[in-house]
């Protein structure tokens, strides 16, 4: 019980979240109206999407320093996670804007910028799929994955602040910060983005300990 | 993770670094580009192809374009232009990791560094892709009319354009290399990684196209710049790993 603490408070978390965020009152505002509370669901895909591939290239690096097949399950493990994350905010953007600005996608640098990022981590995939030796596999997944990184971050926090853009908080337009000066949002949304990375965190290393187990059970037939 | 871990991830990238190194450094990435050239030199077949490449690709947008009869508008004259120059640099990196034969790599494993190696190929493609740049441009605005404005802007975003292709598209292409089904893998990392530096080549070309001042682009040349610079350190950092195998 001492170590799973963690699992209990994001399960609380995200309950908190589910009904705190439908039922809480928020600011009226204009076209917004009650898709503002996308706010706890959307965003902080992002926050532990963020969070669960910076520890997924932390992994990587340390397999290139170590190499052992524990870090590549995990590097690639936690990057499956933030893949999912990450397609995950894009559908909840998606549908958001399909009732605040009237489209499912339009083109605009924030929104196309995350694409191209998934895009990125589609290759990382198909990279994994397309060694037979496993070795191999795993240090040159490692090396593309800080590649992808290091590509794939700019995308998201630089490259749309540079130009304008319909996404709230960037271009002029209202972000929460503008919304809820009267902070009511503030206490949903941080136990939001908490309870989502940790449930981001628990998947992964659900995901982890079977593919391990997978890897015994496969050691023990060939022996 | 530990503070023990942490630590170890702290000196993973440190790399050893001396004035006299340095010098060492260049040295090897000048013999090394010089190696590149003069290979590319005697086999002229692998050059003249890519030549080729690019000038056939050109006629077949200008042939397939003059159906329609009329000048092509200029967003589409710069994007058809970027996505030729797409096309011909991940053709032309894609083979500079692969020609290179086995033996030939453990031999360069046991005279230069890898830095030396992915520096040099860095600079080699680069080059290579500039002039071939150069020569599509020259072709491109024959056939199909030159609407640039600011020319001087145009070519050093070229320029530019050359230098990020080829930062991103070496590694890439060592990765690939390394696979079994390597063309697809090409075009399947290339592509993405390559896009928000089109988006800017883009931009800035169709501002020199338009004829708008230097200042209307300094912000995104700044950040093709910036760009380069995170691609190529972290090339730099993560050969080494890659030739290894």
Redesign the interface.
Known sequence: MKKNWWKALAVLLLLYTAVAGLLMPVPRLAILNETIRNLYFHVPMWFGMTIILTTSVVYSALYLRNPSARLDTKSHEFAKTGILMGLVGLATGSLWARFTWGTWWTSDPKLNGAAIAMLIYGAYLVLRSSFNDEQQRARISAIYNIFAFAAAMPLFYILPRLTDSLHPGAGGNPAFARYDLDSDMRMVFYPAVIGWTLLGLWLSQLSVRTSLLKQKMYEKQLA | ?GVR?IR??GC??AVPFTSQAAVLLLREIWYLIQKDFRLEWRQRAALNGMLLYVGSTVFVCYLSFSLRGGELPAPAWNALFWIILLFTAVNAVAKGFLQESRGRLLYYYTLVRPQAVILAKIAYNALLLLGLALVGLGVYAMVLGNPVQQMPLFVGNVLLGALGFAT?LT?VSG?AA????SST?MA??G???M??MLLLLIKVSKNALDGLEFEASR??LL?LVA?NL??GA??YL?FP??W??
């Open positions: 993770m871990a170890r991830l993973i990238f991103t590694l990765i390394k696979a079994t089904n893998l399947v990392l592509f993405p990684l896009i928000p912000n995104a950040t760009l995170i691609v972290v090339s993560l790993f890659l290894r195998s």
